[in-house]
């Protein structure tokens, strides 16, 4: 999917076929830079006239709301992503979770500082990847193999 800050539309990418793109829906708003599914229900980040950034229900052609910390309301909403749980929103280096009821954000952490950049539409979680192992899943691995090295030495050594 894409959408543009050229038009109301949201776009079908077909990836076999570069530059190829059919339209899939109209939105409200042009698009402030990203999408995301929640289960079947397509988001967007779009513009508002007011130059505020809100929350489309690309699905239902609707504004949910506007992106909002505490009552205000941000302009730079740029990347949307969903696990599978929670819809997930980037404005600048900050973080937030997104409430699909209203457009409220929740902030969980910022990055800045950290050597990184504001985010400008990129996706920051595998959407639609395989899942990653949780770091105890790793550890158990990791003592697995490490078992299994030290039975081989032993072996080697008798």
């Known amino acids: 999917m894409a959408a543009s800050v050229s038009t109301n539309e949201v776009y079908s990418v077909n990836p076999s076929s570069p530059g190829s793109a059919t339209n899939y829906a109209p ?7 990203d999408l995301a599914f929640n289960a079947t229900t397509l988001y ?13 229900n690309v699905n239902t052609d609707s504004v949910v ?28 280096t900050e973080v937030y979770t997104v409430d699909l009821a209203n457009g409220d954000l929740t902030a ?11 985010a400008n539409g990129t996706a920051f979680i595998g959407e639609g990847s395989t899942a990653v ?7 158990l691995f990791g003592t697995g193999l490490g078992a299994l090295g030290l039975l081989r030495r032993r072996r080697n050594r008798a």
């Open 27 to 33: 939105s409200p708003a042009v698009s402030a830079g």
């Open 65 to 92: 709301g506007l992106f909002s910390v505490g009552g205000t309301h941000l302009t730079g909403v740029f990347g949307l992503a969903d696990d599978g749980t929670t819809m997930y929103a980037v404005d600048g």
């Open 108 to 118: 969980l952490f910022s990055y800045a500082g950290r050597g990184l950049g504001s």
């Open 44 to 56: 967007e980040s779009g513009i508002a006239g007011s130059g505020n950034d809100e929350l489309i």
């Open 133 to 139: 192992p949780e770091p105890a899943s790793l550890l």
